[in-house]
């Protein structure tokens, strides 16, 4: 490792700030709350960039996960940094070669984080962010569990999580600079100067503002997203 390397236990507390600030503080999933709160959500980390250590890793998550409750997040966090399609194409492998293998498909999905995730390669919006993270991460989730929130808290309509994060994050740009919001979701730091009260205001703002823009968004009575934060 490299001799500035993080401690596991720092590695662990960072995700986890990440995840109560900006996953749940900001709402961008709203599956997230319960698992972190009830222990649900198991953190394991792999150390080194030798792929072979991070399939078996995530193998072993897809298939205690198969058959067991709650979700897990194997954090990488020496793994191809600074190259998302290096992760990506890791990621592919589990999935179309490992997960079929152990007939795993349809029970358990892997959802994506890396520092420098996009949806495209010419892409650079802001929406890129609900899927950036302090360190390169497969987060294993069950598909029975994921379908069953979509259907109770969603109306059945998964896009309306994305719909919903794309405004906030566009807002949130608009009122603090791209800079600034890249730092609150992202900021390893724990200094109490790191956000003024007018950081605070303007995301208050600023969930507000896009709870009222997909309320009204929200014309059949379904279930609407509820915005919250945690500082």
């Known amino acids: 490792l490299p001799p500035n390397a993080p401690l596991d236990a720092d590695v662990e507390a960072i995700t986890k700030r990440w995840i109560k600030r900006a996953v749940i503080g900001l709402n961008l999933c709203p599956f997230a709350e319960r698992p972190l709160r009830t222990k649900e959500l198991s953190?394991?980390?792999?150390?080194?960039?030798?792929?072979?250590?991070?399939?078996?890793?995530?193998?072993?998550?897809?298939?205690?996960?198969?058959?067991?409750?709650?979700?897990?997040?194997?954090?990488?966090p020496e793994f191809q940094t600074n190259d998302f399609e290096e992760y990506m194409a890791l990621l592919q492998f589990i999935e179309t070669r490992v997960m079929v293998y152990f007939e795993l498909v349809g029970h358990v999905q892997i959802a994506q984080f890396h520092p420098n995730f996009t949806f495209d390669s010419a892409n650079e919006n802001i929406d890129v962010y609900t899927n950036r993270s302090?360190?390169?991460?497969?987060?294993?989730?069950?598909?029975?569990?994921?379908?069953?929130?979509?259907?109770?808290?969603?109306?059945?309509?998964?896009?309306?999580?994305w719909r919903r994060n794309k405004r906030l994050l566009e807002i949130l740009e608009e009122r603090l600079g791209r800079s600034?919001?890249?730092?609150?979701?992202?900021?390893?730091?724990?200094?109490?100067?790191?956000?003024?009260?007018?950081?605070?205001v303007a995301v208050d703002q600023a969930l507000r503002q896009t709870k009222e823009e997909m309320d009204k968004e929200d014309t059949n009575g379904q279930e609407k997203i509820r915005g919250g934060w945690v500082r």
Not at 44 to 68: C, M, S, W
Not at 142 to 160: F, H, N, Q
Not at 180 to 200: A, C, I, N, P
Request: hydrophobic share 35%; net charge negative.
């Open 43 to 76: 953190f394991h980390t792999v150390r080194g960039d030798n792929p072979e250590h991070i399939i078996e890793a995530v193998t072993e998550q897809l298939l205690l996960k198969k058959d067991k409750k709650g979700t897990s997040l194997v954090i990488c």
């Open 134 to 161: 302090p360190y390169p991460m497969f987060h294993v989730l069950r598909e029975s569990e994921v379908g069953a929130a979509v259907t109770k808290r969603l109306g059945g309509d998964p896009g309306k999580v």
């Open 180 to 200: 600034r919001v890249v730092r609150f979701l992202l900021g390893r730091g724990q200094s109490k100067d790191d956000f003024t009260e007018d950081d605070d």
